[in-house]
């Protein structure tokens, strides 16, 4: 079977550091995405990985190994704004072959 | 401004009623998605079409129909047939098909009572 596994809930104070991890197995891989979505919004595209590494993009970081099935999202130096569900998805060939996590709500706390 | 549209924001319906969800794209997309978001899953795909006037079944395709007829509009009917149809909504677009992020519509929040 397919399966995309991230956390359910994530708690972690304003100003630190969070890690959201996703395990992934897939019938094939052709790219991993990450997602942030804010209750009853659209999910809006954070990051994308394909080669094995580190994507930084300013207080966001997203890593893979795709030999480990692995993908964490980074999130720096954390605002109340950053309190969201973020979603890993794994695309396995294309498009239409994108599978979801379920999300991992992240609480921003004061 | 270029994006996607959805509407309406929320929609209530009867049991047994047929309605349609509106997705416009101005992105000049080739491609684009119907998905389908219930608490505690992940996105599960219902239709999607790569060109106009072709539409291809996703995982959960049962008790939906879409139609494709300009490349800007993709919208999708949830018929009586489909057995659970209270969720949220989400359609999305891409450029392409197997290498092109997909860029979300705000959603439709289905409710039938």
């Known amino acids: 079977g397919q399966n995309i596994d991230q956390p359910t809930e994530m708690t972690a104070t304003e100003g630190a550091i969070v890690q959201i991890n996703c395990t992934y197995q897939t019938s094939g891989f052709n790219g991993l995405f990450w997602y942030q979505q804010h209750a009853g919004e659209a999910p809006t595209f954070l990051s994308y990985?394909?080669?094995?590494g580190l994507e930084e993009k300013g207080r966001f970081s997203s890593f893979l190994s795709r030999s480990k099935g692995y993908s964490y999202l980074l999130l720096k130096e954390l605002q109340m704004k950053d309190s969201a569900s973020y979603l890993c998805?794994?695309?396995?060939?294309?498009?239409?072959?994108?599978?979801f996590g379920a999300g991992t709500r992240l609480t921003v706390k004061p | 401004d270029g994006g996607i549209t959805q509407s309406p924001k929320y929609l209530f319906r009867k049991e047994g009623q047929n309605v349609t969800l509106s997705c416009e794209q101005n992105?000049?997309?080739?491609?684009m998605y119907w998905y389908r978001q219930d608490p505690g899953q992940g996105l599960r795909l219902i239709y999607y079409?790569?060109?106009?006037?072709?539409?291809q079944k996703g995982d959960i395709a049962e008790g939906y129909s879409v139609s494709r007829e300009k490349k800007e509009s993709f919208p999708l009917t949830v018929t009586s047939a489909q057995k659970n149809p209270t969720a949220f909504y989400l359609c999305?677009?891409?450029?392409?098909?197997?290498?092109?992020?997909?860029?979300f519509g705000p959603g439709t929040r289905l409710t039938v009572l």
């Open positions: 079409s790569q060109i106009v006037n072709d539409f």
């Open positions: 992105l000049n997309h080739d491609a």
């Open positions: 999305a677009s891409s450029r392409g098909d197997d290498t092109d992020t997909q860029y």
């Open positions: 990985n394909v080669l094995d």
């Open positions: 998805a794994v695309r396995a060939y294309n498009n239409n072959d994108m599978r």
